[in-house]
């Protein structure tokens, strides 16, 4: 059952305008015409990519990589390997074309030449120009058919402050040339003025958050600040040059802030007046009838009118996947059908409050256009009032037909180099072959009745998904989705979305709170107690060494081995709790963990200095062991039968015993959860030992396991010296099981002492130990260097650099590596750096003062080994150690080969790829490794090669998901299976075998025997 839009009163006039726009867009072509177009290669490549969606998919990724190859032989060996897979089927023509055996040969460069070509020829029908000149030819043809124009300067990165000042200049540039090249036009009535008013000839469009390279929402006022005084600089020279300027909206987590940033600056008496702005709005957000209703209402309190430019929206994919992958709710409506209604409803709010608004109705849709046009008609809009507006390439035809009826019409024309336009080129390609565009169904010659009816929804639920629009706040962060990728086996945790204000105010409240609390004590639980102790230590914030978060009671020996007495105690009775039981306990932990998500957070940041999203994330990954550890148990408590005639036989699992856990203060909530759950809820009794830095977040973990319901006995928190009490409990004979997180020498320690058996010892003891790693991340040529940069800044200094996963090494060939290097460099730059509780700051200090000495000498040693990039100076009131950037590292230096754990990059410059594989595999560990690469071969070769637990392809290796990406290496990185992962748990258990013989009297039941 379908529902369609209720006819309104403009629905008869509509289908009038539409049926006579169709008929114009579909005049017959000339004979010739159609002959050359089907000669053309750049018409049939998107000919074929319509027809076969496989190939689609493997040819767009080989245009995308296209701008990055170098060389005639890289192209034709990029074009087999992408449309030579088995699973694409060919063309003849393409077929015959690959069918070359070496990408050296003649045939080979043929290929490349004949692709590029049509690539190219591709890209210049939806890129205005590559340089100004070009442009400027297009702008005239465009005003010799009474057309407007919007300028964009292709490039969807802005990863360094250097290039947001150079986007910046570039516009100032553009403007000044633009305006300077208007004064030899001749005017056009239909485009220059309107109502007796003269128009602006010349207008870009601008992105906002190009301006700052750091722009993020959780930084709101700082973002704010840096955007707003470039946007003033523009909007003054647009005023001196008399051009108008118009703000394009972006990615959905930026959608709030821009608006709020303009409303501000526009509202400013500077500004006020300024008529010659515009803003945009994409139809295909939930929130966007809601946001046009904000505007209008704000636009009349401002008092001059300005334009609303009116989209569907150009990032459904990028959007949907960002959302599944984030576990929140979908911000764009999932069906076709439901952003065009929204679209229609938008276009009627904006056009009915024309008094207030300039409407800027862009759509190739020839409905959504006649829709447009019927409402103005029959309210008698000013043609002052709106205009229709068409992406460059995209709708010539329709453009035409609404000029020759004398409407404005403005056409977007980005202009630009053809690499930082690919991503432009892909989703318009993407939107011109995908079933539901209406291009492509006018294209195929559908009915008109067809392509003009009123949009129609499947029937939706009154929850549904496209029923309705709630606030950014409940959408984003309510975990139930219908997930278009595989469901997990439990319920994740999303992570916060700080775009939403509700977010960043509660986060600033959980601080306040916290400080509040800042030298309170902390003692340790033993048997359902918390005890006095003879020595307590301060734990302070590493950002500023001189305040206390807490004061920790440190254990003595004789206590701890109270606390080993009351496990022993406990464990009977613990380990036949049902497993059922013990998961519910579990999942109430999380559920209590997500209630005091931004104390926790604020916990964290202040404690081990770690900035406010990474802080989040890792209070949602321990959540995540709770629900997902707890969903583990059950299946295995359900164990495995394997009878036969006459015998059961059952696979049973039980606890071990007495587990002694270990945990690191650089996850120092989630780590600590997920050793610890895991043993509970595998019928275990329990000792927490944290690091004495980050003490104070275990003794909050402690609070919730202790409410959550864990019995006395079963967990106990047991803070104590490493040497003293640390030992104690590794080489105790009562101890069955130790779960360890943290560096190398440590680990090997406990493993040598976990091996030997003490007097009265009745088993052999289990480790589980992840010891760190050297990680490396590969560049090759064929890489995006946006999103390569992007990822290793973010998995090098991420948490400065004190991530187990953490990159610390880069290798990169040598055609790349000095571009690479300058990027890196500058967006290392970029960075801000400083206290963690600023919503600005993206790397904080290091954990203390033995780690920022112990860094310091590492970077001396690099001094002597290679190259210094990029050093800065550091602050001297926490204990900063800021980025550092080696450059020309040998892959034996030592700054290549220990783990340093801090901010400390060493690039390392490969000639091939093979060799890069052999200088990534030449450490002792083997932990995390990542690729940016888009050559199909590479990509597999690493796959295949790469010796790490955790391989990553382009994206950051930090960051692992629990069930999504299982967490552990091996060699020297660690022993055990991965945490989070569908084996973890079976290291906690003993597996036993029970078999019955059934038979009595050489009687059997036989199944199903009546």
């Known amino acids: 059952m379908v529902l369609q839009a209720q006819p309104t009163t403009y629905e008869p006039k509509t289908q009038e305008i539409a049926k006579q726009l169709l008929a114009a867009t579909r005049e017959n072509r000339s004979f010739f015409a159609s002959i050359r177009d089907q000669m053309r290669w750049d018409d049939k490549l998107l000919a074929w990519a319509m027809s076969n969606p496989g190939l689609r998919v493997q040819l767009f990724r080989f245009i995308d990589c296209l701008p990055a190859l170098r060389s005639k032989p890289e192209i034709a060996r990029h074009l087999q390997e992408y449309l030579g897979d088995e699973s694409v089927e060919l063309p003849t023509a393409l077929k015959g074309m690959l069918n070359f055996a070496n990408p050296d040969s003649m045939p080979g460069q043929v290929a490349a030449t004949t692709v590029s070509t049509a690539v190219e020829t591709l890209a210049h029908k939806y890129i205005a120009g590559e340089n100004i000149q070009q442009t400027l030819k297009t702008i005239e043809r465009l005003r010799k058919e009474k057309m407007a124009f919007t300028i964009d300067i292709l490039g969807e990165a802005v990863i360094t402050e250097a290039e947001a000042q150079s986007y910046l200049e570039r516009y100032l540039d553009l403007m000044a040339q633009l305006a300077a090249a208007s004064k030899n036009w001749k005017p056009v009535a239909q485009i220059d003025e309107a109502d007796g008013e003269a128009l602006p000839q010349v207008q870009v469009s601008v992105k906002l958050t190009a301006f700052y390279s750091q722009f993020d929402p959780l930084d709101a006022a700082g973002s704010a600040a840096r955007v707003s005084d470039r946007i003033r600089t523009v909007l003054r020279k ?66 001059y009118p300005l334009t609303v430019r009116l989209v569907k929206g150009a990032y459904w994919d990028q959007e949907t996947i960002k959302a599944e992958q984030k576990h929140w709710q979908q911000p764009v409506f999932n069906d076709k059908a439901a952003t065009d209604l929204n679209f229609e409803k938008i276009t009627q709010l904006l056009l009915e409050n024309h008094e207030y608004i300039y409407s800027a109705i862009g759509s190739h849709n020839v409905r959504s256009q006649a829709h447009a046009i019927a409402i103005a008609e029959n309210l008698k809009i000013p043609r002052r009032r709106f205009e229709m507006q068409v992406l460059y390439g995209m709708g010539d035809k329709l453009a035409k037909a609404l000029s020759d009826r004398g409407y404005r019409v403005r056409v977007y024309c980005p202009y630009g180099e053809l690499l930082p336009g690919m991503a432009y080129l892909i989703r318009r390609l993407l939107e011109n072959t995908a079933n539901s565009s209406f291009l492509r169904q006018n294209l195929e010659e559908r009915p008109i009745e067809e392509l003009i009816v009123p949009p129609i929804l499947r029937e939706q639920g009154a929850g549904s998904r496209e029923s309705g629009v709630g606030s950014r706040e409940s959408e984003r962060r309510s975990s139930p989705h219908s997930s278009l990728l595989t469901p997990h086996p439990f319920s994740p945790a999303a992570d916060t979305d700080y775009a939403a204000v509700e977010a960043r105010e509660q986060s600033q409240q959980a601080f306040q709170q916290v400080r509040q609390l800042f030298g309170k004590t902390y003692l340790p639980l033993v048997n359902g107690e918390y005890v006095s102790t003879e020595e307590i230590i301060d734990s302070v914030n590493p950002s500023n060494f001189s305040e206390v978060v807490g004061k920790v009671g440190l254990l003595s020996v004789e206590q701890a081995e109270q606390a080993m007495q009351a496990a022993k105690a406990a464990f009977p009775g613990w380990k036949n709790t049902p ?275 112990r860094i310091r000498e590492y970077i001396e040693q690099g001094r002597q080994e290679a190259k210094v990039a990029l050093e800065i100076p550091s602050s001297d009131n926490g204990y900063f150690v800021n980025p550092t950037i080696f450059t020309e590292v040998p892959p034996t230096a030592t700054i290549a080969q220990e783990e340093i754990f801090g901010p400390v990059v060493a690039v390392i410059r490969v000639k091939n790829f093979e060799e890069a594989i052999a200088v990534a595999n030449g450490t002792d560990y083997a932990l995390t490794g990542g690729l940016y690469s888009r050559t199909p071969s590479h990509i597999q070769m690493a796959q295949e090669q790469f010796e790490v637990g955790n391989l990553y392809i382009n994206r950051t290796i930090t960051g692992a998901i629990v069930a999504r990406q299982p967490f552990g290496g091996f060699k020297m990185s660690g022993v055990g299976s991965k945490a989070g992962g569908p084996d973890y748990l079976l290291q906690f258990l003993e597996p036993r075998t029970v078999t019955e013989n059934v038979q009595r009297q050489g009687f059997a039941p036989i199944e199903g025997a009546e």
Not at 260 to 274: A, C, G
Not at 597 to 615: M, N, T
Not at 623 to 650: H, K, P, Q, S, W
Request: glycine letters at 8%.
């Open 238 to 303: 647009a005023k001196e040059l008399g051009v108008s300027i118009h703000f394009d909206m972006e990615q959905y987590a930026y959608k709030d802030l821009i608006f709020s940033i303009l409303k501000q600056v526009l509202q400013e008496e500077e500004f006020r007046s300024r008529t010659d702005v515009g803003v945009t709005v994409q139809a295909y957000l939930r929130d966007s009838e809601r946001d046009t209703q904000d505007l209008i209402a704000w636009v009349k309190q401002r008092g």
């Open 579 to 853: 497993a059922k039981q013990r998961a519910s306990i579990l999942r109430k932990a999380g559920d209590l963990m997500e209630l005091r998500r931004a104390e926790l957070s604020a916990w964290i940041v202040l404690e081990v200095g770690k900035p406010v999203k990474e802080a989040d994330a890792e209070v949602s990954e321990a959540i995540d062991f709770c629900r997902y550890y707890a969903a583990e148990m059950e299946r295995l408590d359900a164990g495995y039968n394997y009878d036969v005639a006459g015998e059961t036989n059952r696979y049973l699992y039980q606890p071990r015993g007495i587990a002694v856990v270990i945990s690191p203060w650089n996850f120092p909530l989630a780590i600590a959860t997920g050793m610890t759950v895991a043993a509970l809820v595998a019928g275990n009794c329990t000792l927490l030992k944290p690091a004495e830095t980050s003490s104070v977040i275990a003794a909050k973990l402690t609070e919730i396991l202790v409410e959550a319901g864990f019995p006395k006995g079963v967990y106990q928190f047991v803070p104590g010296k490493g040497s003293k009490v640390g030992a104690h409990l590794v080489n105790h004979p009562d101890t069955h099981l130790i779960a360890f997180t943290g560096s190398r020498e440590v680990g090997c320690r406990i493993y040598a002492e976990a091996a030997k058996v003490q007097p009265g010892q009745k088993h052999l003891k289990r480790v589980i130990a992840e010891m760190g790693g050297k990680n490396g991340m590969i560049v090759d040529e064929s890489a995006d260097l946006d999103q390569a940069v992007v990822g290793v800044v973010q998995s090098a200094f991420g948490y400065s650099g004190q991530k187990c996963s953490a990159a610390s090494r880069v290798i990169v060939l040598d055609s790349v590596y000095d571009t690479f290097i300058h990027r890196l460099v500058e967006a290392t730059r970029s960075l801000n750096i400083g206290a963690t509780e600023l919503p600005s700051t993206q790397v904080g200090p290091v954990i203390d003062g033995n780690a920022q000495a």
